[in-house]
T-cell receptor, first 116, second 109 residues
Framework: DTAVSQTPKYLVTQMGNDKSIKCEQNLGHDTMYWYKQDSKKFLKIMFSYNNKELIINETVPNRFSPKSPDKAHLNLHINSLELGDSAVYFC???????????????FGPGTRLLVL | GQNIDQPTEMTATEGAIVQINCTYQTSGFNGLFWYQQHAGEAPTFLSYNVLDGLEEKGRFSSFLSRSKGYSYLLLKELQMKDSASYLCAVLDSNYQLIWGAGTKLIIKP
């Protein structure tokens, strides 16, 4: 059973297109995250949702819009894709109970986005 | 500002011991995590420290000194499969996880 799953695993698209990445967790966690990891391998937080509500929204272009239909899902929609959006996007989840080790994050397998 | 420093890359020999250091300056502290990330894969949880001292988990141990803003991950009896990046991350006062850039560990036979 996959704890945190993402689709698609690979996404190759043209500049200017709109695309979505889906994420689901079956861990019963309250908090979900989107990260971007670029070619330098730095893991950068983009968004965080707790029980479907946005709690972290880092400096990210508004072309990126997260949507959480329920606490088990957090999808990422990207409009007008640019070359610089090419990266690996990771979804993660945590219990989110504001208690140390319960903030342990569990990651999905990643979506490798290549914008041509 | 918040800052986490760890070496960019380290090399060690199979069967040896390696220590990966992490220093941090954050607004508050609610614990420090170590994650392992193999090339092309997702980060996976290794350890969590919130109190000073050493936590041992098999071949891996993690140490924390809160007064020094310092942690290390100790890997013993290195195996080729330990070649990966090791990410240090600190939970700040707002329970936000601040990530280091990671240390790429190369194991040579």
């Amino acid at each position: 059973d996959t704890a945190v799953s993402q689709t698609p695993k690979y996404l190759v698209t043209q500049m200017g297109n709109d695309k979505s990445i889906k994420c689901e967790q079956n861990l019963g966690h309250d908090t979900m995250y989107w990260y971007k990891q670029d070619s330098k391998k730095f893991l950068k937080i983009m968004f965080s949702y707790n029980n479907k509500e946005l709690i972290i929204n880092e400096t990210v272009p508004n072309r990126f819009s997260p949507k959480s239909p329920d606490k088990a899902h957090l999808n990422l929609h990207i409009n007008s894709l640019e070359l610089g959006d090419s990266a690996v996007y990771f979804c993660a989840s945590s219990q989110g109970q504001l208690a140390g080790d319960q903030e342990t994050q569990y990651f999905g397998p990643g979506t490798r986005l290549l914008v041509l | 500002g918040q800052n986490i420093d760890q070496p960019t890359e380290m090399t060690a020999t199979e069967g040896a011991i390696v220590q990966i250091n992490c220093t941090y300056q954050t607004s508050g502290f609610n614990g420090l995590f170590w994650y392992q990330q193999h090339a092309g894969e997702a980060p996976t949880f290794l350890s969590y420290n919130v109190l000073d001292g050493l936590e041992e988990k098999g071949r891996f141990s993690s140490f924390l000194s809160r007064s020094k803003g310092y942690s290390y991950l100790l890997l013993k009896e290195l195996q080729m499969k330990d070649s990966a990046s090791y990410l240090c991350a600190v939970l700040d006062s707002n329970y936000q996880l601040i990530w280091g850039a990671g240390t790429k560990l190369i194991i040579k036979p």
